[in-house]
């Protein structure tokens, strides 16, 4: 008779932290998970914002840590978002591909509703327009670095970053809105 052979097996770990696979936990922190919050603040605070700023929505973008610092004034934090907002749709109408998403090929339509058309030429047109007078005085490149590109608005240069978030602010009619709700 042959003589059995006694398998051998990894022996199971007791009051160890388990991954969701099944697998002990390497991590040291497996107790304290942090809220998410929390690290987007540290974060922030890493960046130059003050901690008593750090929790404020306003921090998050280069355009907001500049308003925070005082350098620049609330209608700019405005008028970044619209142009974000307006780049994302002339982007979107052209059918610029996003680079932080990955979408698989698809097919042309050929049938194309007008009302896409319509949307696409015109947020195409005022997407050309703003650049066009940004462009005009030179600014283009900063606004643009600053506000897409979510770069310091100190290294772009805050100077650049004023007149053409000003700029911006006048065409879509925000600096007078907000002087109006200031006056009330």
């Known amino acids: 008779m042959a ?4 398998r051998r097996t990894k022996r199971e770990l ?20 942090d809220d998410p919050r929390k690290v987007a603040i540290w974060a922030r605070i890493r960046h130059g914002v003050r901690p008593i700023d750090a929790d ?13 610092a005082g350098k620049l004034k609330i209608y700019h934090v ?6 974000r907002e307006i780049h994302n749709s002339a982007m979107s109408a052209i059918q610029a591909s ?26 195409t047109a005022t997407w050309r327009v703003i650049q066009d007078r940004l462009k005009a005085i030179g600014v283009e490149t900063a606004v643009f670095r600053c506000t897409i590109q979510d770069q310091d ?9 004023d007149h053409g ?6 065409y879509l009619g925000i600096k007078t809105v907000r002087q109006n709700v200031a006056k009330k």
């Open 14 to 33: 007791e009051g160890v932290e388990r991954e969701p696979n099944g697998r002990p936990a390497r991590s040291r922190n497996t107790q304290k998970r």
């Open 165 to 170: 978030l000003a700029i911006v602010a006048d």
């Open 56 to 68: 404020q929505p306003e921090a998050g973008d280069a355009v907001g840590r500049a308003y925070l």
């Open 3 to 6: 003589k059995k052979r006694k």
């Open 153 to 161: 608005a100190e290294l772009v240069g805050i100077n650049a970053v």
């Open 98 to 123: 996003d680079p932080l998403t990955v979408k698989e090929g698809s097919t042309a339509n050929p049938d194309i509703p007008e009302e896409y058309i319509t949307w696409a030429i015109q947020a």
């Open 78 to 83: 405005d008028a970044a978002k619209r142009y």
